[in-house]
C-alpha cells in the first residue's frame, strides 16, 4: 500500500475513527472503522478529501447481538456492521469504510453518492436497518407482503422443514421402514419452533412440525417422492445421438 494513499486516508478520517483499532488493509483499500454517528460525514470525506468518486457497494453483516442471554435476561440488541466501499478511480486505491451499529440505524449516503439509493434499499430489506434521510425506503427484491427480514440471523427459516427438498431420504426413514436415528434441527430453525410427531407405523420422531410462538403450526405434510431404489424410466432409443455409444 502507497504511503501517500494511507496518509491521505488517515487525515481525512482521522476525526471519525471509533478508536477501536489502527487502519486496516485489504488490497488496494485502507480499512477503516468509525462511529456510527460519523457515518455520513466520513463517507463525503472519502468522496471529497481522499478522492473517492466512485461508489461501489454498500451492504450490512449481523454480527448477533452484543450480549448472550442469561439467566437474569434477555440477550443485548442485535449489532450490524454497515461496510461501503469506496473507490478512486484515478488512482486505483479505495476505502473499506465500516461503522458498528446498535441502533439498528445510520444517515443515508445517496445525497452523495446517488448509487447508494437501491443499496440503502436492499440493505434496509434484509437487514431491517434504518436509513433516515433516504428518500424512499421502499422494498426492492421481495414481495410487498413478505415479513421479516431474511438475512438477519434470528430471521426463521421455515422453508428448510416444511419444503419437500429433493434427493434420496435419509437412512430408515419413510417408505414404511423404522427410523433408525433422530432428524436433525435444520440451520436456522429455533430449538423451540419444532416438536416431533408420530411418522409411519408410529415412530415417533419420523417428522418434524413447525411451531410458531404465537400458536400458529404450519403444515408439515409433504409429497412422497418414492422410494430411493424405485426403477428409472428408460430413455427412447430413437431419441440417442447417432455417435453415442
Known amino acids: 500500500m502507497p504511503d501517500f494513499w494511507e496518509d491521505r486516508v488517515r487525515t481525512a478520517l482521522g476525526a471519525f475513527r471509533d478508536g477501536t483499532d489502527d487502519l486496516g488493509f485489504d488490497g488496494p483499500r485502507v480499512v477503516v472503522d468509525v462511529d456510527p454517528k460519523d457515518w455520513h460525514e466520513a463517507v463525503r470525506a472519502c468522496r471529497d478529501e481522499v478522492g473517492c468518486d466512485f461508489f461501489d457497494w454498500l451492504s450490512a453483516v449481523d454480527e448477533g447481538p452484543a450480549a448472550p442471554a442469561t439467566e437474569d435476561g434477555p440477550p443485548g440488541p442485535i449489532r450490524f456492521r454497515i461496510i461501503a466501499h469506496l473507490w478512486s478511480v484515478s488512482e486505483r486505491r479505495g476505502v473499506l469504510l465500516r461503522a458498528l451499529l446498535t441502533e439498528g440505524a445510520v444517515g443515508s ?18 437487514f431491517g436497518v434504518d436509513f433516515p434521510g433516504h428518500p424512499d425506503l421502499q422494498p426492492l427484491l421481495l414481495a410487498p407482503e413478505f415479513e421479516g427480514h431474511p438475512l438477519r440471523k434470528d430471521f426463521i427459516l421455515a ?56 400458536g400458529s403450526t404450519a403444515p408439515a405434510d409433504v409429497p412422497d417422492p418414492g422410494p430411493a431404489d424405485a426403477p428409472k424410466a428408460t430413455p427412447d432409443p430413437r431419441l440417442r445421438r447417432p455417435d453415442a455409444s
Open 109 to 126: 449516503v445517496v445525497d452523495l453518492y446517488l448509487g447508494a439509493d437501491w443499496h440503502e434499499r436492499e440493505t434496509h430489506e434484509m
Open 159 to 214: 422453508s428448510r422443514v416444511v419444503k419437500p427438498w429433493p434427493g434420496a431420504k435419509e437412512p430408515g426413514e419413510g417408505h414404511g421402514t423404522v427410523r433408525k436415528r433422530a432428524p436433525k434441527r435444520p440451520p436456522g430453525v429455533p430449538e423451540d419452533w419444532i416438536q416431533p410427531v408420530d411418522g409411519p407405523n408410529g415412530a415417533p420422531g419420523a417428522t418434524t412440525t413447525p411451531v410458531d410462538p404465537s
